[in-house]
């Protein structure tokens, strides 16, 4: 099965930022939209887009600023994310694509689907950023985002061990077991980017206020008129399960699956469990 090391690589201009897309399948259009910090699309999406090509043409999209992109013109937010998505599947010419986004990729699409709802035909919510306000660490995890030097410090920390990499990973998964070698050098890797996390940073102090997260969808979840699958580890310390259970509820047309022994990661925790559920929603 092809996968995205054998993608086709296209690179989309929008606004002056070049966007890299990764292309692959044959099938209904399904666009995967990875998280922040360290991630790409190969990094969140490598070992669950084999198991896809074969019902969908699988669209991968590096964000501005992450993987293979050119930095973003903007601050980055959730709202210039949303609007590069837009851009996007225009210049791609897809008209009603099915949207995954895990993290805050999942906020994006949220975000997006919430603004256009005739261009998505199916949602796929995966430890979705955007389901809730507050901060986690609260007061404290605010004043962190703001303290000088200590984000390019803890990258700088991580690009020297190996050994804190795996220690990092292991905190937001639900089961160590799921920290294999593989994933840990595709981190490393990853960190070792120039300007790794520059951009992630960026957007946490655009993002994390002192009252609160900026992107807070609750009280639209409601309105949102897109059939929703919202997926979420049971084990996720960053993002409260408990954010996902009250989206199933206030989304009008909803599936909510929890993962047990999975943190904030299945696309790399439980591949096989998470392709299952997204051919499963879409082809019903």
Same mark, same amino acid.
């Given at each position: 099965m092809p996968g995205l090391s054998t993608a086709t690589e296209e690179y989309v201009e929008v606004d002056g930022t070049a966007v890299r897309c990764l292309i692959t399948g044959d099938g209904s259009p399904l666009v995967l939209l990875h998280g922040g910090g360290l991630d790409s699309a190969m990094l969140s999406w490598r070992a669950v887009v084999p198991a896809l090509t074969g019902q969908f043409t699988v669209y991968?999209?590096?964000? &501005? #600023?992450?993987?293979?992109?050119?930095?973003? =013109?903007?601050? !980055?937010?959730t709202d210039y994310y949303r609007d590069v998505l837009g851009e996007l599947l225009d210049e791609l010419q897809l008209d009603s694509p099915a949207l995954a986004g895990i993290s805050m990729g999942g906020g994006v699409a949220l975000s997006y689907a919430l603004d256009r709802p005739d261009r998505v035909s199916h949602l796929v919510l995966v430890?979705?950023?955007?389901?809730?306000?507050?901060? &986690? #660490?609260?007061?404290?995890?605010?004043?962190? =985002?703001?303290? !000088?030097?200590?984000?390019?410090?803890?990258w700088a920390i991580l690009r020297r061990s190996r050994w804190l990499v795996a220690v990092s990973l292991r905190a937001i998964v639900g089961d160590p077991s799921a920290v294999s070698e593989e994933l840990v050098d595709d981190?490393?890797?990853?960190?070792?980017?120039?300007g790794a996390g520059q951009t992630f940073s960026?957007?946490?102090?655009?993002?994390? #206020?002192?009252?609160?997260?900026?992107?807070?969808?609750?009280?639209?979840?409601?309105?949102?008129?897109v059939p929703t699958l919202v997926v979420h580890g049971e084990s996720d310390p960053l993002v409260p399960v408990e954010w996902a259970v009250r989206a199933g509820i206030l989304l009008p047309d909803a599936t909510v699956r929890i993962l047990p022994d999975c943190g904030h990661w299945p696309p790399r925790e439980r591949p096989e469990r998470l392709v299952d559920l997204i051919e499963t929603f879409i082809n019903q």
């Open positions: 991968a999209p590096d964000w &501005p #600023g992450y993987g293979a992109s050119d930095c973003p =013109t903007e601050p !980055p937010t430890d979705s950023y955007g389901l809730g306000g507050h901060v &986690p #660490g609260g007061y404290l995890g605010y004043l962190f =985002t703001r303290l !000088p030097y200590v984000s390019e410090f803890t981190v490393v890797a990853a960190i070792r980017r120039p960026a957007f946490q102090r655009a993002e994390v #206020g002192p009252r609160g997260l900026q992107t807070n969808y609750v009280d639209r979840l409601p309105d949102l008129r």
